[in-house]
């Protein structure tokens, strides 16, 4: 019995505009599609911490020199640990952004971005993506949510979302007996990055649920598709060099198409 193609791609929020590799594997996926049939499912990996993955760089509409943009934060807590997911977006800060807008290319978007609903930071990006149209037929499936954290396959190497300093932080769990892992709580411990060589440890709970999991760059594509079960996976060159493709022997890997200033926000009038 045959199964109808799942074709997958996933990213974490990649600035309030989409970044142009983004594009690419979406332009990638639906050109899968046209030959092969299927579905597309967007693995939206919202539990990332790290807030560069959201710089977006515009370009004046004048001059063309590029401006790097950042959403700012409450506290750095949040924005050093907390997951993407939910790390606040600042009122002053879209206000602020609004106002910049005029200046760059992304102008043409400016009447959707005032609107945006100012929660968090993932949902922004999604809504921007959504209100560009790169999202139309296209199933996304966020790495944050619960039921999908519960029906996910268990994991060696992951992240714990915890309470923090009056926040949650994505927090890595060291298994005890590793090095650098602590003996509170008798099963490991948790560890935040700091910089550089440096880390904090905290105790690991007593009990940790998979409702808190989230994986790791290296245990992500096991997680992933232990869920989505996609037949079909577009990829970009970063990835190509850290994806455990012998995790998944059932997945066609295909490469994203090719364009230009990859790394830049996208915001032309059409995906």
């Given at each position: 019995m045959s199964t109808s193609p799942v074709i997958c791609f996933g990213q974490q929020p990649c600035g309030f505009f989409p970044r142009r590799f983004l594009v690419a594997k979406v332009r990638s996926a639906r050109k899968l599609q046209a030959e092969i049939g299927g579905e597309i499912v967007f693995f939206y990996h919202d539990s990332d911490h790290d807030p560069r993955e959201t710089q977006t760089t515009l370009r004046h509409h004048k001059s063309g020199e590029p401006t790097t943009l950042?959403?700012?934060?409450?506290?750095?807590v949040q924005r050093k640990y907390s997951p993407l997911y939910l790390k606040r977006v600042m009122r002053d800060w879209h206000a602020k952004t609004l106002r910049q807008l005029p200046s760059f290319d992304a102008r043409i978007w400016i009447e959707q971005f005032q609107t945006l609903p100012q929660t968090t930071i993932a949902d922004y990006c999604l809504e921007m993506y959504r209100r560009m149209g790169m999202l139309d037929g296209i199933r996304v499936a966020r790495s944050s949510d619960p039921e999908f954290r519960r029906a996910a396959c268990d994991i060696a190497e992951y992240f714990v979302d915890v309470p923090y300093e009056g926040e949650i932080a994505r927090a890595r769990f060291v298994p005890a007996?590793?090095?650098?892992?602590?003996?509170?709580?008798?099963?490991?411990?948790?560890?935040?990055?700091q910089g550089g060589d440096s880390f904090l440890n905290l105790p690991a709970p007593a009990t940790i649920t998979k409702d808190q999991i989230s994986p790791t760059r290296d245990s992500r594509l096991r997680w992933m598709n232990s869920v989505l079960r996609c037949t079909h996976y577009v990829c970009g060159a970063?990835?190509?060099?850290?994806?455990?493709?012998?995790?998944?022997?059932?997945?066609?890997?295909?490469?994203?198409?090719?364009?230009?200033?990859?790394?830049?926000?996208f915001a032309e009038p059409t995906i």
């Open positions: 950042n959403f700012t934060f409450e506290n750095k007996g590793h090095e650098g892992a602590g003996v509170a709580g008798g099963g490991g411990s948790l560890q935040l990055h970063g990835e190509q060099g850290y994806l455990r493709k012998e995790d998944a022997p059932e997945i066609t890997f295909v490469n994203r198409e090719s364009i230009e200033r990859s790394d830049e926000a």
